[in-house]
Nanobody, 127 residues
Framework: QVQLIESGGGLVQAGGSLRLSCAASGRTFGSYAMGWFRQAPGKEREIVSTISGSGENTFYTSSVKGRFTISRDNAKNTAYLQMNSLKPEDTAVYYC????????????????????WGQGTQVTVSS
């Protein structure tokens, strides 16, 4: 397991942008597929985006496709989620998650498939 620390959340107006960062401990960050999830009040945690350990393969849930971009810098042990054109419905606590995997080209969609989780960062989008 790795320790994950998210940052970059905050309050923004609709149409604005935020960039979330997820810093990981350890020296084998490239062996971890990374995911961003979010949970709004009264709702279940949902997948937002994932990226393979190599960074070559990504997934976006349909509601954020074209607005959010996931990336990673394995030299800095950090994953990012660039969020543009934010909407009030994007308001949630955002969590990053990591899953150790031998295959660096794969990613994972289900929360139960991830080994490590950050503490979460609040994103609030006002209308």
């Amino acid at each position: 397991q790795v320790q994950l620390i998210e940052s970059g959340g905050g309050l923004v107006q609709a149409g604005g942008s935020l960039r979330l960062s997820c810093a990981a401990s350890g020296r084998t960050f490239g062996s971890y597929a990374m995911g961003w999830f979010r949970q709004a009040p009264g709702k279940e945690r949902e997948i937002v985006s994932t990226i393979s350990g190599s960074g070559e393969n990504t997934f976006y849930t349909s509601s954020v496709k074209g607005r959010f971009t996931i990336s990673r810098d394995n030299a800095k042990n950090t994953a990012y989620l660039q969020m543009n054109s934010l909407k009030p419905e994007d308001t949630a606590v955002y969590y990053c998650a990591a899953r150790n995997t031998y295959y660096r080209g794969v990613y994972f969609l289900a929360a139960r498939e991830y080994d490590s989780w950050g503490q979460g960062t609040q994103v609030t989008v006002s209308s």
